[in-house]
């Protein structure tokens, strides 16, 4: 005879729920708090310790009704449109991670009876079975937005700094493949006449003499603490001489990138200034990490 853990199917139902509902926010690009994520989870957890208990919870309607509230919970305020396609997202995401499930099960098979048993399935089978999920989803998305960046080379730029914002034109460069030496998050790079009108003054005065080496005394130059820990030095090569020079960077609130149809954000994006036009008929004045797409969900 075997035993059924109470607390063990609760966990893991609550982790699996969670990273559901996360993948589901992140396809979705809805802002939800945690808590809302884990009280959604906490539900679809202790549903499934009372379908053990009463047998009347496994039929259908009940799963309906139950996926409703979850989805209500979770991503409350919703529109009744949206309510939609964050249902089929959430639905589409079990899918899928089940199906990886099933997958390994199928393939860990050692018997040449092919009957399929689900029950007793044990939990690193369920969680690599979601990591393959996670990949795959990843991998779709880049595939998305790859397949975009062949039709859309260039976009509308919102970039914000405290209650400032700043308008201005990108251009997707493939080949554009700055980043952070620390985080590794992607940097776009823009124009400093045209970045500078949003800038802090002590920043633009510091900006104006830096001479392209990493400054180790910076903070006895710059006072404000604030800008301190918004400034990024970012090694990069120019096309004419092969020393690696230090571009200044400065973290941004968040970027919001338009197509022309709907807009995109990043949140904290460090953009890296080019003293030089980077477009010579003045066309755009920034270049787009296409890794920002794929942070932002694509387009």
Known sequence: MSYVYGEVVLVEN????????????????KKTRRLQLALGALLGAVYSLMQYAHPIFTKFPFKVMLSVLIILISFSPIR??????????????????????????????????????????????????????IITIIKIRELIVDVKLKSNS???ICIYLHDKKLFTKGFIDTGCNVVEPLTGKPVLLAEYDTIKKILPEEFIHYYDTYDGIQDTDIEAKIHNTEILKRIRFIP???????????????????????????WQEVEKVCVGICKRNLCED????????????????GL
């Open 236 to 262: 990069f090569n120019t096309v004419s001489t092969d020393k690696n020079e230090k571009m200044l960077g400065y973290q941004f609130d968040k970027v919001e990138l338009g197509d022309g149809q709907k």
């Open 154 to 156: 260039t976009m509308e």
């Open 282 to 297: 003045y066309a755009f004045q920034a270049l787009i990490n296409p890794k920002l797409l794929y942070m932002s969900g």
């Open 14 to 29: 609550f982790l699996i729920n969670f990273i559901i509902l996360k993948v589901t926010s992140s396809i979705m690009k």
């Open 80 to 133: 009744l449109r949206d309510f939609t396609s964050h249902m089929l997202i959430f639905y589409g995401i079990s899918l899928l991670f089940g199906g990886c499930v099933i997958g390994l099960i199928i393939l860990g098979n050692k018997s040449a009876n092919m009957t399929l048993t689900i029950y007793g399935v044990r939990s690193t089978t369920v969680m690599i079975g979601i990591f393959i999920g």
